[in-house]
């Protein structure tokens, strides 16, 4: 099975893996960004990387001898089916014709375009799928279409491997988890705003762990400041997922660590840019504060980038604000979803 965007929306996969993974062995193809993520989903044998020129935001050229190579290392694997999972704006059309290529008998997805040869199981987003529904809902709609319905006893909620012991990264006692970063910059709670929640939250004395990516460390040391434990850049996906885990809470944007945190069940403090519907990519199943002006005027323009002076959907948005989201999510069960 093919998801070929980054962390998050691999992680949103997780269902459909499990209902695929019941009845067939699963290899799944993923980008640079989701492959690490792929690894860390039950059901999953191994995993296949593959920079894609149509998907990535930052796509590499198309060249024949990489798509020549692509092809050559599917065929090689002897596959006999294929689930392309994509989201709302994506054809699954494109890698069909290379899956096709490379012998693949039987593909499934999602399509508005007239598949033609390319796909033998076509579901027709608008008419016998539901665009209006969470991620993970719609791909496992598209796995049980391609005849993998859920196993039984399967909940269908987010779900990762057990992660790494982190003990050695963490404060002794309950902390609160800041991730302030994103993979675009559209949907990410202003620097200043985050600094001052750390300080915020240590005046109370609660600990925060301030966490984030290689490339996030000028980021997390600005928000952790003296008062937070930054952890930017010293944890893999996998050790990230344990940080989540034993937090009593997360506050993060619309990103991967937001769909980790749900996927080992940690609530949610949701600072959600409306560029994409919360509908759909919402932290999924667990107990959540969404926050952020879902009217303001970048809503559904899919912007990597505010267009908006002033980034008003994020920006008015609190560090008072979200220590009482905090305050009314520490301590919830599970299937408790604050307004």
Same mark, same amino acid.
């Given at each position: 099975?093919?998801?070929?965007?980054?962390?998050?929306?691999?992680?949103?996969?997780?269902?459909?893996?499990?209902?695929?993974?019941?009845?067939?062995?699963?290899?799944?193809?993923?980008?640079?960004?989701?492959?690490?993520?792929?690894?860390?989903?039950?059901?999953?044998?191994?995993?296949?990387?593959?920079?894609?020129?149509?998907?990535?935001?930052? !796509? #590499?050229? *198309?060249?024949?001898?990489?798509?020549? /190579?692509?092809?050559?290392? +599917?065929?090689? &694997?002897?596959?006999? @089916? $294929?689930?392309?999972?994509?989201?709302?704006?994506?054809?699954?059309?494109?890698?069909?014709?290379?899956?096709?290529?490379?012998?693949?008998?039987?593909?499934?997805?999602?399509?508005?375009?007239?598949?033609?040869?390319?796909?033998?199981?076509?579901?027709?987003?608008?008419?016998?799928?539901?665009?209006?529904?969470?991620?993970?809902?719609?791909?496992?709609?598209?796995?049980?279409?391609?005849?993998?319905?859920?196993?039984?006893?399967?909940?269908?909620?987010?779900?990762?491997?057990? !992660? #790494?012991? *982190?003990?050695?990264?963490?404060?002794? /006692?309950?902390?609160?988890? +800041?991730?302030? &970063?994103?993979?675009? @910059? $559209?949907?990410?709670?202003?620097?200043?705003?985050?600094?001052?929640?750390?300080?915020?939250?240590?005046?109370?004395?609660?600990?925060?762990?301030?966490?984030?990516?290689?490339?996030?460390?000028?980021?997390?040391?600005?928000?952790?400041?003296?008062?937070?434990?930054?952890?930017?850049?010293?944890?893999?996906?996998?050790?990230?997922?344990?940080?989540?885990?034993?937090?009593?809470?997360?506050?993060?944007?619309?990103?991967?660590?937001?769909?980790?945190?749900?996927?080992?069940?940690? !609530?949610?403090?949701?600072?959600?840019?409306?560029?994409?519907?919360?509908?759909?990519?919402?932290?999924?199943?667990?107990?959540?504060?969404?926050?952020?002006?879902?009217?303001?005027?970048?809503?559904?323009?899919?912007?990597?980038?505010?267009?908006?002076?002033?980034?008003?959907?994020?920006?008015?948005?609190?560090?008072?604000?979200?220590?009482?989201?905090?305050?009314?999510?520490?301590?919830?069960?599970?299937?408790?979803?604050?307004?």
């Amino acid at each position: 099975m093919a998801r070929l965007d980054g962390a998050g929306d691999v992680v949103l996969a997780g269902p459909a893996v499990r209902a695929i993974a019941a009845a067939a062995e699963v290899t799944l193809l993923c980008g640079p960004a989701g492959a690490a993520a792929g690894r860390l989903l039950p059901g999953v044998a191994d995993v296949l990387t593959w920079a894609c020129p149509w998907v990535l935001a930052d !796509p #590499p050229p *198309v060249r024949g001898a990489d798509v020549e /190579g692509f092809v050559a290392t +599917v065929a090689a &694997g002897g596959f006999d @089916a $294929a689930v392309v999972l994509t989201s709302f704006h994506q054809s699954p059309l494109p890698l069909a014709l290379l899956l096709r290529l490379a012998g693949v008998r039987s593909i499934s997805g999602a399509s508005v375009d007239y598949p033609g040869a390319l796909l033998d199981v076509r579901l027709r987003p608008g008419e016998d799928l539901d665009e209006d529904q969470p991620e993970p809902e719609r791909m496992l709609a598209i796995a049980r279409a391609a005849g993998f319905p859920p196993p039984p006893g399967d909940d269908g909620a987010l779900a990762v491997l057990p !992660p #790494p012991d *982190v003990t050695d990264l963490l404060p002794a /006692g309950p902390y609160v988890v +800041v991730h302030p &970063g994103a993979a675009a @910059a $559209a949907r990410q709670w202003p620097a200043e705003a985050a600094r001052e929640l750390v300080d915020l939250l240590a005046g109370t004395g609660r600990r925060v762990v301030v966490t984030g990516g290689p490339g996030e460390r000028e980021l997390t040391a600005r928000v952790a400041g003296r008062d937070g434990i930054d952890l930017g850049g010293r944890t893999d996906l996998a050790q990230l997922t344990g940080v989540l885990a034993g937090a009593d809470a997360v506050v993060v944007g619309n990103t991967a660590a937001a769909h980790l945190a749900a996927a080992v069940g940690t !609530p949610v403090v949701s600072l959600f840019a409306p560029v994409v519907p919360a509908v759909r990519w919402r932290p999924y199943r667990v107990a959540q504060v969404l926050l952020g002006d879902q009217s303001a005027p970048c809503r559904d323009t899919r912007a990597t980038r505010c267009p908006v002076p002033g980034h008003p959907c994020l920006a008015g948005v609190t560090a008072t604000d979200v220590r009482h989201a905090l305050d009314r999510l520490v301590g919830a069960r599970p299937a408790e979803v604050p307004a």
